[in-house]
């Protein structure tokens, strides 16, 4: 049995005991959550998709950690001009725990 989520502005598809990184919440480490906005649910031969969300689906989740991603380098230069300027950015991440799929 899976699930498709709507989180952070992308879509997971997500399965029980799998962990989960996602966008920054607004949770604490330990703490349960409930994704209302299920888009679509298999279980074996049955597939219910949502028109948008599927009616009184829900996924519970447990936040594990919050942390930063990989480095990303973002390098600019201009040839000749004696223009380099190098910039990096490490974007916020909440671990999840995906607990149960409800239908």
Same mark, same amino acid.
């Given at each position: 049995? #899976?699930? %498709?989520? =709507? ?8 399965? %029980?005991?799998? +962990? ?21 649910? %298999?279980?074996? *031969?049955?597939?219910?998709?949502? !028109?948008?969300? %599927?009616?009184?689906?829900?996924? *519970? ?21 004696? #223009? ?6 490490? !974007?916020? #991440?909440?671990? +999840?725990?995906? =607990?149960?799929?409800?239908?």
């Amino acid at each position: 049995m #899976y699930a %498709v989520i =709507k989180t952070g502005g992308k879509q997971h598809r997500v399965v %029980v005991n799998e +962990l989960l990184k996602v966008e920054l919440l607004k949770a604490e480490t330990g703490e349960t959550i409930k994704f209302e906005d299920v888009l679509m649910i %298999v279980d074996g *031969e049955t597939v219910k998709i949502g !028109q948008p969300i %599927v009616e009184g689906a829900s996924v *519970e989740v447990e936040v594990v950690e919050h942390g930063r991603g990989e480095k990303i380098r973002i390098v600019k230069h201009n040839r000749r001009k004696h #223009y380099h300027k190098e910039q990096g950015h490490r !974007q916020w #991440y909440t671990l +999840l725990k995906i =607990k149960a799929i409800n239908a």
